[in-house]
């Protein structure tokens, strides 16, 4: 009944820095001993979404599991770090009116990268599978990715690293009050 | 960072009182300012399990979804009230080993009424249907139920009120230390 809950949502490209910004903030945000969950698709994919593919359908109801989760946990005083592709506009306005629902604030953070930038990383080995069409239906090569109209926040992670990227978010949610200010 | 969370899984017949008890118990939880989160199949297979029919594998991926979620819930401190049909031993093993992961307790509630009584009832006449051939798959008539051989608590709800399986599910607790005592 004290720390408000919250639904930070990583949206972007594979390779855009998502999980990478998201595991460092976890850390941050511990040290002022918040209540905090991660979630991304290594840790959800094993288990609650393994029977999904990569279809739209499979997709949509992979981050409607997701929205489920993340609701229950933001709603219960937990901040909620979510870092999936999430492509498209209308599950992540889902996710945003569930929270809300449950009196939960939702705060969209666009990670951004280029598809080439993405690519050049190709952190995974993936890029080059996809290119090749040994992957189909890869989120901005072969499928579409939906970047966000309205993010509350923009990691452009191309020109900033990652500490700066995280300073931004802090400042916001210091800002809005979601979590007490470093003394 | 400080009420102990855990699970409280409620498993049993369908008409067994299950989810009586654990709306019931819930408006106590609350009153004493805990963090409650009451999960049911009405809950659930509407959003997150709702691909799911009622087979052993299907069954088994619903409670694995289920433990996923209380798992997480539990670990952060929230009273995690889970009311489940859930016939099989193991799944609800692993819901234990899960939880217990995560250091929070699981406690398992035997909701104990025969399928006579259960068909007596017949809430929401779902038995004479599966006496007659038309629900298939149907636990305690078509399908096995294996009942806990162990289970912390067993509420006979044949010969108890749902105030009587309330005051020694709250006992229980409250001489685990999971819940304060009240004043």
Request: charged share 25%.
């Amino acid at each position: 009944m004290n720390d408000p809950g919250f639904v930070l949502w990583f949206t972007g490209l594979s390779g855009s820095g998502k999980t990478t910004i998201a595991v460092e903030l976890e850390k941050v945000l511990l040290e002022r001993d918040l209540r905090v969950q991660r979630l991304d698709g290594d840790i959800v994919r094993k288990t609650f979404t393994r029977d999904l593919g990569f279809s739209v359908d499979d997709r949509n109801l992979n981050i409607e599991r997701i929205t489920f989760v993340t609701t229950l946990l933001a709603k219960h005083g937990v901040a909620t770090l979510v870092s999936f592709i999430s492509p498209f506009i209308a599950a992540r306005e889902t996710a945003r009116k569930e929270a809300n629902g449950e009196n939960a604030p939702f705060i969209e953070v666009f990670v951004n990268a280029s598809v080439e930038e993405c690519a050049r990383r190709d952190v995974k080995g993936l890029y080059e599978k996809a290119f090749a069409g040994i992957i189909k239906d890869f989120t901005g090569v072969s499928h579409p990715y939906e970047a966000p109209p309205n993010p509350q926040i923009i990691c452009n992670t191309e020109d900033e690293t990652v500490e700066e990227s995280i300073k931004i978010i802090i400042a916001y949610l210091e800002k809005e009050k979601l979590i007490p200010n470093s003394s």
